[in-house]
């Protein structure tokens, strides 16, 4: 089994940077592919940016060039860099993990065995 335990949300003012992290516990060694999703009120999780475990990356459209996925492999952490934030990427933010490489396919929710309970992220304009 493995635990996800997000932090680093808050309220920011539109143009402002947020990190969120993203800790992991339990059977990591197994882990393979990690995500950031988000979900705002009255819409679907969406799929924002994934990492493999060689460090490869992949970025939603609409965050591309403003954030910045990475991993602390000692620290069984993941990250997730903000800049210029706008008040759209106000969403609950989670973090997602799986056995399988991200490989060609990751968007899914359903691809995703072990998620974190949330958290949020406000943009004020």
């Known amino acids: 089994q493995v635990q996800l335990v997000e932090s680093g949300g808050g309220s920011v003012q539109a143009g402002g940077s947020l990190r969120v992290s993203c800790a992991a516990f339990?059977?990591?060694?197994?882990?393979?592919?990690m995500g950031w999703f988000r979900q705002a009120p009255g819409k679907e999780r969406e799929g924002v940016a994934v990492i493999d475990s060689d460090g490869s990356t992949n970025y939603a459209n609409s965050v591309k060039g403003r954030f910045t996925i990475s991993q602390d492999n000692a620290k069984n952490t993941l990250y997730l860099q903000m800049n210029s934030l706008k008040p759209e990427d106000t969403a609950m933010y989670y973090c997602a993990a799986r056995h399988s490489y991200c490989g060609g396919s990751y968007w899914g929710t359903y691809e995703y065995k072990y998620w974190g309970q949330g958290t949020q992220v406000t943009v004020s304009s």
């Open positions: 339990g059977y990591t060694y197994s882990i393979d592919c």
